[in-house]
């Protein structure tokens, strides 16, 4: 009898190996599922959920939410990559966090599925995509490297910088090339200047060309993002730094780079600290959240990138609110017919970028825990 027992107790030890050695052996393609909802024109991405929203009459109606542990450690100055108009992939992770969530992540809006992959090649330093690839960057004081992924989140390239190298927070690309804005030590002179850096895209990281883009013989730029539309690129700078004093004065410009020609030209905005960029869907016009806690509220520009007009909108006036945190923009989104979506502070803010008008303000967090990560738009 003892040894029945002790066989059967021996086998449920044997079967809870396996059940655990199948787990450590999947962990790091863990799957969830959310609903696909075919009338939903947008959704939205939280931290512990996916939500699924209709616009009727200009506001955004709730139709299906999906409680789902998404991610807590997400920076949301860096770029989350919409690649082949399906996956939407981002980096959890943060050196600063005592959590170590670290991993890279892979939704699938066509089926309906969450991949989370472990990885401690998160982004640190930033983030960025292009057509078929998603982007990390890590950097030290000594060098830094850049990774690549494909669309389920997969590592499958990397490259090592040997000496220090600092990115925009955001970089991007198209066509089979990478674009990145990198800050180096100029070794002779001893000051730190940013060059544009063109890779080959995916499988294969190699630098293609280096330009310097820090020409000005005064002062240095300070290029925060990047945005790509035809063959230009478009990166927003904050402030620049005198070369001899090293003083820094706000700026309120968008560097226009021409990758035909390699001339650079910059579009001067209303207001000062441009920061994140992002494209319409219809790359009729050029979208730059200005940076809140310089600016002492919280807003965007709209830039038209067929004639360069472009005009300043407060979201904090929007949302009545003089505390410019309570109105923080989390992220933004378009449409392909120019509506702009807008996650801001406990609302969703639907904008009309040709008509230049606010459509609606909806309040839609209520609970605390929850921090909005993307909007996807179809």
């Avoid at 790091?28 to 512990?48: C, L, P, Q, R, T």
């Avoid at 990047?226 to 730094?241: A, G, Q």
Wanted: glycine share 4%.
């Amino acid at each position: 009898m003892k040894k029945k027992i002790f066989n059967s107790l021996l086998l449920l030890s044997c079967l809870a190996a396996v059940v655990l050695g199948i787990k450590i052996l999947f962990f790091n393609n863990k799957e969830a599922n959310f609903k696909i909802a075919s009338n939903a024109d947008f959704y939205i991405v939280s931290n512990n959920n996916v939500k699924s929203y209709k616009v009727e009459n200009n506001k955004p109606k709730l139709l299906h939410t999906d409680k789902l542990a998404i991610a807590e450690d997400v920076n949301g100055w860096f770029s989350k990559g919409e690649i082949q108009n399906r996956y939407l992939i981002f980096s959890e992770g943060h050196s600063k966090s005592a959590k170590k969530n670290e991993n890279i992540l892979s939704i699938d809006f066509e089926k309906g599925e969450v991949v989370k992959r472990s990885s401690n090649k998160y982004a640190y330093t930033g983030a960025g995509s292009t057509t078929d690839y998603y982007y990390t960057f890590q950097a030290t004081g000594d060098d830094g490297f850049l990774y690549s992924f494909d669309k389920n989140g997969k590592e499958i390239d990397s490259y090592k910088f040997t000496s220090s190298a600092l990115p925009s927070t955001q970089f991007t690309g198209s066509k089979g090339k990478l674009y990145m804005i990198i800050t180096q030590e100029n070794q002779k002179s001893k000051i730190f200047e940013s060059s544009l850096y063109t890779f080959n895209d995916g499988n294969n990281l190699k630098v293609l060309e280096k330009q310097n883009i820090d020409d000005n013989s005064e002062y240095l730029y300070d290029f925060t993002s990047l945005e790509k539309i035809e063959e230009n690129l478009y990166s927003p700078v904050t402030s620049r730094r005198n070369r001899k004093t090293f003083e820094v004065t706000p700026d309120n410009r968008i560097m226009k780079f021409d990758l035909k020609n390699n001339e650079k030209s910059f579009i001067t905005l209303k207001e000062n600290y441009p920061n994140l960029i992002y494209k319409s869907k219809s790359e009729n016009y050029l979208i730059t959240v200005h940076e809140p806690n310089m600016l002492q509220k919280s807003g965007f520009s709209v830039i038209n990138t067929k004639n360069n007009e472009n005009y300043f909108v407060d979201v904090s006036d929007i949302l009545n609110s003089k505390i410019y945190e309570e109105s923080n923009i989390w992220t933004l989104n378009t449409t392909k017919d120019n509506k702009l979506i807008i996650l801001a502070g406990n609302s969703v803010l639907l904008y009309d970028l040709d008509n230049k008008t606010l459509l609606s303000e909806t309040k839609i967090f209520n609970d605390n825990t929850e921090t909005p990560l993307h909007v996807w738009t179809k």
